[in-house]
């Protein structure tokens, strides 16, 4: 059974920093991605890495939020600094492109001014 374990949320002052993982289990995936819902939003991509570490990111949290990850612990990491309020959400990591197979419960992360 494939599952994807998203962890390292919390609630943090503005300009402050949380490093978020994903532990994976059941296989490996190529690309992998860090995606966010906001209250009342969409949901939408954050960043996305593959297996050489190739990265991606949003044009609102590039400069901010590194993503990273250990192949041999099937594990990818969001570094997030510089957090704004405007950084609440929850946040989840997939595939990418992203499975419906492979939603998870997400990790809320909330930033207080």
């Known amino acids: 059974q494939v599952r994807l374990v998203e962890s390292g949320g919390g609630l943090v002052q503005a300009g402050g920093s949380l490093k978020l993982s994903c532990a994976a289990s059941?296989?490996?995936?190529?690309?992998m991605g860090w995606f966010r819902q906001a209250p009342g939003e969409e949901r939408e991509f954050v960043a996305a890495i593959n297996w050489n570490g190739v990265r991606t990111y949003a044009d609102s949290v590039r400069g901010r939020f590194t993503i990273s990850r250990d192949n041999a612990k099937n594990t990818v990491y969001l570094q997030i600094d510089s957090l704004k309020p405007e950084d609440t959400a929850v946040y989840y990591c997939?595939?990418?492109?992203?499975?419906?197979?492979?939603w998870g419960q997400g990790t809320q992360v909330t930033v207080f001014s």
């Open positions: 059941g296989r490996s995936f190529n690309a």
């Open positions: 997939n595939t990418e492109p992203p499975s419906q197979d492979y």
